[in-house]
């Protein structure tokens, strides 16, 4: 079974900062892995996955993240925060199987300051 | 990306009585659909799986009495949550897939249920 860990609820940057989201996920065989978006009172939005191939995926709105299997890390990058930016993000597995589900991390809300 | 339309986006009902939610998929057909519930401030808990054509398949917990979910069409797939309390109001949000391999979810714009 997969398991998705977010670091973090909370993450507060200054516009203009680096973004450093942290996930880490548990897996038996190679995952799937997405970044997702929520504003208030709205569904998600993908900002990038992981499938296969190249292990550093590039997303929209300037977002980045890095599947590292030694580390079971794949951590949301962005190198300079806009306002716009803030917003809940979540981290989420699933298997390569056809059926299997998603699993979704707990979240963590990204404030970003002027 | 492909679109998933929920409807509504906002209802308030009195206790007791039945809400019907509406998930298309707009520009692809959907043979499978998800349901999840999402509380304030947490994250997406699955509620089931939606297959065109079958019974959905209940996650662990989840009371399929109360919620019921048909899949129809491979647009469209309704949850149904019945006698509704306070304590099922929520946010609920669908998606579908698109495609087996990548297994992406295309996740609709949620609905805010309130019951009074």
């Known amino acids: 079974a997969q398991s998705v860990t977010q670091l973090g609820s909370h993450v507060s940057v200054s516009e203009g900062a680096l973004v450093l989201l942290r996930c880490n996920y548990s897996?038996?065989?190679?995952?799937?892995l997405f970044w997702y978006v929520q504003y208030p009172n709205q569904g998600l939005q993908l900002l990038l996955k992981y499938t296969t191939g190249a292990t550093l995926v590039k997303g929209i709105n300037g977002f980045e993240a890095e599947f590292k299997k030694s580390e079971t890390s794949f951590h949301l990058t962005k190198p300079s925060a806009h306002m716009s930016d803030a917003a809940e993000y979540f981290c989420a597995v699933r298997g390569t199987g056809g059926s299997e589900k998603l699993v979704f991390g707990k979240g963590t809300k990204l404030t970003v300051n002027p | 990306g492909a679109v998933v339309s929920q409807h509504p986006s906002w209802v308030i009902c009195k206790s007791g009585t039945s809400v019907k939610i509406e998930c298309r998929s707009l520009?692809?057909?959907?043979?499978?659909m998800f349901w999840y519930r999402q509380f304030p401030k947490q994250s997406l808990m699955l509620m089931a799986t939606?297959?065109?054509?079958?019974?959905?398949?209940?996650e662990q917990g989840v009371e399929k009495d109360k919620f019921l979910i048909n899949h129809a069409s491979l647009t469209l797939s309704t949850l149904t949550v019945t006698s509704a309390h306070p304590e099922d109001s929520s946010f609920y949000i669908c998606?579908?897939?698109?495609?087996?391999?990548?297994?992406?979810?295309?996740f609709g714009e949620g609905s805010r249920l309130t019951v009074l």
């Open positions: 939606s297959n065109e054509g079958s019974k959905a398949t209940y």
């Open positions: 520009d692809f057909q959907a043979t499978t």
């Open positions: 998606s579908a897939r698109q495609g087996v391999d990548t297994g992406e979810l295309f």
């Open positions: 897996s038996s065989v190679p995952p799937y």
